[in-house]
């Protein structure tokens, strides 16, 4: 059975379907389950003219996310009284699937959670998958969960 659980959460609905999948296996196995966000800092086209303020204004933006989607992820855990922790790991220029692969391996992971958006076509083409592409290096188990498609679908406990 599963003790160390890895969950990939990024303040998306299909990484809080993850989480909220995570938890159940964690309680039915008395696991423990690290959160992780992902903090990257990708380079993104500014208008010359704009200056640090919008850049200083977006990280900030970004570090408050961040904290907000860690906080909802430990009050979930108390809620569900499931031995838990969060971290923020900042990519440092990494992809986000090297640091996912690190950080599994540095907790022994035995098992993986991750949204999903589902995307295909040239949807996906462009905006490639992180979910897709962690799966393909990963070296335990890993636990996909595709968002659901409309609000009609998503559980009323998120």
Do not use: W
Request: contains cysteine.
């Amino acid at each position: 059975m599963y003790k160390r659980i890895l969950v990939a959460i990024d303040g998306s609905q299909a990484a809080k379907l993850a989480l909220e999948e995570a938890l159940k296996i964690a309680e039915a196995a008395q696991a423990m389950v690290t959160a992780v966000f992902v903090a990257e800092h990708v380079a993104q086209m500014v208008d010359i003219g704009t200056g640090l303020i919008d850049e200083q204004t977006r990280d900030t933006a970004a570090a408050e996310a961040a904290m907000a989607t860690l906080e909802d992820a430990r009050a979930l855990f108390e809620q569900r009284n499931v031995r838990g922790l969060t971290r923020t790991i900042d990519a440092y220029g990494e992809d986000v699937v090297t640091v996912l692969c690190r950080v599994a391996q540095e907790c022994e992971a035995d098992l993986v959670a991750m949204g999903t958006h589902g995307r295909h076509g040239i949807g996906r083409l462009l905006l490639g998958s992180v979910a897709e592409a962690f799966l393909r290096r990963a070296e335990m188990p890993v636990l996909l969960v595709r968002r659901a498609r409309d609000m009609d679908e998503i559980p009323s406990t998120l």
